[in-house]
């Protein structure tokens, strides 16, 4: 069975600092990868995905995302954070069949200082 | 397009007690689910639709039921609820792609005392 692992339970950086989120997937086909961030309170919204081609994904909010086959790593990463950014942050992966089942990993919850 | 929208937002329930989350689309999905989320453990999927008419368990479906309304409609039924079930439930939905987004609601606090 497919499962996420996000080693990082709480991060915090200062405002303006680089990001790294890691993330790492063990699935025996391709994966399809995305991340997801949910500000406190709310429900969760795509940040970006990775399915095929380039291994370097971009996605809203400044954020992108590297696929390493060889680690079974797609780690989140932004070059400045900002304020707003202070959320947590979910890994998943979606199984490769009909329904687009998602599993996700236990999450980072990311606070930034001023 | 309101999204995916869930009621209610918050319930406290006794143990014992029925209820049921009610969820609902605009976006004409054909695949909905249930998920809860508890601390360190991210979301686990409780039950998804694939399509109108089917139903099915995800990684935690014990002490749960669901419906499939219509195209629009999910609904996920506590029959007896216990304290283990206190979490924060979503509602999802997507064209039901492997490739494609998943669209959360809101989310819906629920405490068993």
């Known amino acids: 069975a497919q499962s996420v692992t996000q080693p990082d339970i709480h991060i915090t950086v200062s405002e303006g600092a680089s990001l790294e989120l890691r993330c790492n997937y063990s699935?025996?086909?391709?994966?399809?990868l995305f991340w997801y961030v949910q500000s406190p309170g709310q429900g969760l919204q795509l940040l970006l995905k990775?399915?095929?081609?380039?291994?370097l994904v971009q996605g809203i909010k400044g954020f992108e995302a590297e696929f390493k086959r060889s680690q079974s790593s797609f780690n989140l990463r932004k070059p400045s954070v900002h304020w707003s950014d202070a959320a947590e942050y979910f890994c998943?992966?979606?199984?490769?069949?009909?329904?687009?089942?998602?599993?996700f990993g236990g999450g980072t919850r990311l606070m930034v200082k001023p | 397009n309101a999204g995916v929208t869930q009621t209610p937002k918050f319930q406290v329930l006794k143990t014992g007690q029925s209820m049921t989350l009610q969820c609902a689309q605009d976006?004409?999905?054909?695949?909905m689910y249930w998920y809860r989320q508890d601390p360190g453990m991210g979301l686990r999927l409780i039950y998804y639709s694939a399509s109108e008419g089917t139903t099915d368990k995800g990684e935690v479906p014990n002490g749960y039921n669901v419906s499939r309304l219509n195209k629009r409609e999910f609904s996920l039924r506590l029959e007896s609820a216990a304290p283990s079930q206190t979490s924060v439930y979503f509602c999802?939905?997507?064209?039901?792609?492997?490739?494609?987004?998943?669209?959360f609601g809101p989310g819906t606090r629920l405490t068993v005392l």
């Open positions: 990775y399915f095929s081609g380039d291994t």
């Open positions: 699935y025996g086909a391709t994966p399809y």
């Open positions: 998943a992966v979606a199984v490769n069949n009909a329904g687009n089942m998602l599993t």
């Open positions: 999802a939905s997507s064209t039901g792609h492997n490739t494609d987004t998943q669209y």
């Open positions: 976006m004409n999905h054909n695949s």
